[in-house]
C-alpha cells in the first residue's frame, strides 16, 4: 500500500469515536415509513445534511419525492459529491435512511433510538441496517477532506428512502425521474448485505413474487360440509400445490443458498369465529424466490393452472394480487464494481473475496435493471430486523478503509 493510502487510512482509524456519535445522531432520529406508523426520513436526513455541512462536504443536493403522507409531503433523497482527479467514471456508494419499526419494545434491553455501546458493539434501531454502510462511506470520504487529497475518481455518496417497504421513493423515484444522475460505466457499491468476514460480493438476487391468494368458497354448518365449498380445505390443497412448483422449477444454481427456487405459504388470514363452521372465504399469502434462469411470467402461469385446477376440484373461486415482484439480471463476476471491490480488500485487508447469490432483495436489482452493474457488500452479522441489533464497531471502521481504496483508485 502507497504512504498516500496509510494516511488515509489512519485517518479513518482515528475518528472512531466520530463514527459512533454519528451513529448515535442518526439512531436518535427514527425514520420509518408511513407503512410503518412513522413520517419517513425528513429528520434524520435533515439532521445528516448538518453533520456533513459541518464536517466540511460542500457539495450536498437533495432529490425529494412527494409523498402526502410524510412530514412536509416529500420523502428525501441526499446526494453528496466530491469531486475526484477523473471523472471518466464515479464511485458511488449508496445507503438507506429507513429502518423497520423495533417490533416488541419489552423485548429490547434498553431504548431501541438511544445507542447503547457495549464489548466494542453499537446497539439501537439502525445501526447495522443501514446506517454502519452509511457511516463507513461517509468516514472514507471525509478521509479525503481532512488530509486535502483528491480521490482518484469522482465520489458519489447518495442515502435514500424507502427501501424498506420498496423503494418507490427511493431508488426507485431516483431512477425514474433524476436517471441522467447515474451512467452505465459508474461502479456502484451497496454496503447493505454481507458476512462477518467481509469475504462475499452479491452480484445476483432471485427473483421475488410475493402473492396474496383470496379463495371464496360457500360457507355452511360444520356438520352438513356437503351443503358448503370449503374454501379452508381448498386454501390447503391450493398451498401445497404452490409449494410444490418446486418439483416443477427444480434447477440448481451454486451461487445460492439454498441453491434452489423456493415457494413458501406464509400469512394466512382468520376466517371463521368458531369450530363448527366451515368457512366460505379463506386468504393466505405466498413469498416465492425464483433462481433467475426461470421468469415471472412463468411461475405466474403455473400459478393460474394450479389455481383452475383447486376451482374445478372444489367448486371455488380465487383470485390473488401480487404485493410484491421483481427480477433482475446478475451483476458479471468481471464488472469493474467486483474487480475493484476484490483489490480492496486483499489490498487492504488481505482477504481473498468471492462472488454470492441472495434470496432477498435490494436496491441492487433496480440498478441492474436500468444496466448499470451493482455489487452489494459489506462485513457484518446480518443483524437486520432483530430485537436488540447491533453494529461491530470494527466492522464500520475498516469497511470505511475498503471504501476509501476504492475511491483512491
Sequence with gaps: MTAHFEQLKKQ???SERDMVALETVLTSHPALAPENGGTGELDKAEALIAWLTAQGFTNIERYDAPDNRAKNGIRPNIVVT???????????????????PVGKRELWDADPWTVVEKDGR??????EDNQQGLVSAVFAARAFLKTGTIPGHTVKLVFMADEEVGSTYGAKYLLAEHGDLFR???????????????????????????????V?????????PDEGNNACLAAADLTMRLHGLEQRFDRRDSLFTPDYSTFEPTMRLANVEGINIIPGEETFCMDCRVLPCYTIAAVLDAVQQECAAVEAQYGVKIDYTIPQ????PATSVDAPVVQLLKEALKEAHGITAYTVGI????????FRNHGIPAAVWSTLDEQAHQVNEYAVIRNMVNDAVTMAYMMDK
Design 12 to 14: 479513518i482509524v482515528d
Design 122 to 127: 453499537l446497539i439501537g434501531r439502525g445501526v
Design 82 to 100: 466530491i469531486p475526484g482527479t477523473s471523472d471518466a467514471y464515479r464511485v458511488w456508494f449508496m445507503a438507506h435512511l429507513d429502518v423497520v
Design 359 to 366: 434470496g432477498g432483495g435490494t436496491v441492487a436489482a433496480d
Design 325 to 328: 415482484q421483481s427480477e433482475s
Design 216 to 224: 371464496v368458497g360457500r360457507q355452511t354448518h360444520g356438520s352438513r
Design 184 to 214: 452505465s460505466d459508474d461502479v456502484i457499491l451497496i454496503p447493505d448485505g454481507g458476512d462477518r468476514m467481509g469475504e462475499s460480493i452479491e452480484v445476483a438476487e432471485k427473483n421475488i413474487l410475493w402473492l396474496r391468494l383470496h
